[in-house]
């Protein structure tokens, strides 16, 4: 069954982007002529989980305090950044809501007066603490993360974590008004996850469920990738395979036969209204749902021509590209450069950006270290 391709995806040029959220200076392009604007930065890679394909159980190895970015120069990258057409910024982890300074760097950012939009990713647990804080310093958006509406099957998946703290953390996004919140699945084939369940949390809410494909990000030494033996319900340390992954064509034709069954209409392409972000992801809809449901293809559709990012580690390297281990350390240039060193090492970043990214088959860091 071939399915009809959505217009639009979730990029700078979106038609539901604001008026008043528009590039208003120029932006730094790289070597193909790619506008690059968006920034991920990974303000940690601890976290209050240990989900299964994002880092060991042990956690990530310990790090002295000293080789990872302060706060201040954190915000002083981005500053500097935002000379260079950065408009939009992403804080992940690890989970950035355990790193301390949290709601102090988003108020920074937040008076950048380049930057025009801040959006966090987050496991949810810890936002009904924190969502108050958050919104107050100039939090607009989040992304909250979620692989299973199973309790069980979320406990093997992250190892220490329970459900009800996550869904609590969706309650507390919608409640403090942070627009879009989107739900973040990674979709792996041995895992039988109930993709029309999570489709269905668009129905009623304002709720922008996203579907992963997944991505092999690690190594054979220091990944380990959770596979579920169905004979004992627990995970192993099988590392990442093709077999795993499920294509969004798939998941749409699962999604829209499951509809069927329920005696719902199916997806149709969401031509308008869709949620505002920086992404790649391309987005349908229920008829009539209060929220959408999107897809982001990186293994059966690289959208490597549309990128629009760099990313910054937690131990201060730049990172031009997801899936490559080409990075530039600018840590010691924000601690004892000038703004001069700093910004040629992030145009040195950017000049070497890779045109797209070859076979994908792993990398040196977990995805907890990188930031995603």
């Not at 293809?297 to 899936?323: E, K, V, W, Y």
């Not at 601690?335 to 797209?356: C, F, M, N, Q, T």
């Amino acid at each position: 069954m071939t399915q009809p391709e959505p217009t639009n995806t979730e990029d700078a040029t979106s038609a539901a982007t604001p008026s008043d959220r528009a590039p208003t200076h120029e932006h730094l392009r790289d070597t193909y002529g790619r506008s690059i604007d968006y920034l991920r930065i990974s303000v940690t890679d601890k976290c209050n989980l240990r989900c299964v394909y994002c880092m060991p159980a042990s956690g990530v190895p310990y790090r002295p305090h000293d080789e990872l970015l302060r706060i201040e120069e954190i915000a002083r990258f981005v500053r500097l950044a935002a000379r260079e057409g950065i408009r939009r910024v992403r804080l992940t982890g690890g989970e950035p809501l355990v790193a301390k300074g949290i709601v102090d760097l988003i108020r920074q950012i937040k008076a950048i007066p380049e930057i025009e939009d801040i959006a966090l990713t987050t496991n949810g647990a810890l936002l009904p603490r924190l969502a108050p804080a958050l919104k107050d310093a100039g939090l607009d958006r989040v992304n909250i993360s979620l692989d299973t509406l199973d309790p069980a099957q979320f406990g093997r998946i992250t190892r220490i974590g329970e459900i009800e703290g996550t869904l609590a953390g969706i309650d507390a996004a919608l409640e403090y008004g942070f627009d879009p919140v989107k739900i973040n699945c990674v979709v792996v084939r041995r895992l039988e996850q109930d993709v029309f369940g999570f489709a269905r949390l668009s129905l009623d809410r304002p709720l922008h469920v996203r579907f992963i494909e997944y991505m092999p990000i690690g190594n054979d030494e220091t990944r380990a990738h959770g596979a579920l033996d169905p004979e004992s319900a627990t995970y192993d340390a099988s590392l990442w395979g093709q077999s795993d992954v499920v294509p969004t064509s798939e998941l749409i034709e699962r999604i829209n036969a499951s509809a069927a069954r329920a005696g719902m209409p199916g997806l149709e392409p969401a031509s308008s209204d869709v949620p505002f972000g920086a992404g790649p992801a391309c987005y349908w809809r229920f008829p009539d749902a209060a929220g959408t449901v999107g897809f982001i293809s990186a293994m059966s559709n690289h959208f490597c021509s549309q990128c629009n990012r760099l990313r910054l580690t937690a131990d201060g390297t730049i990172r031009p590209c997801l899936f490559s281990d080409d990075e530039y350390s600018v840590r010691e240039a924000l601690r004892s450069g000038s703004d001069d060193d700093v910004l040629a090492i992030y145009r040195a970043a950017l000049a070497h950006k890779p045109e797209e990214h070859g076979l994908i088959d792993g990398t040196a860091r977990f995805m907890s270290q990188i930031g995603g």
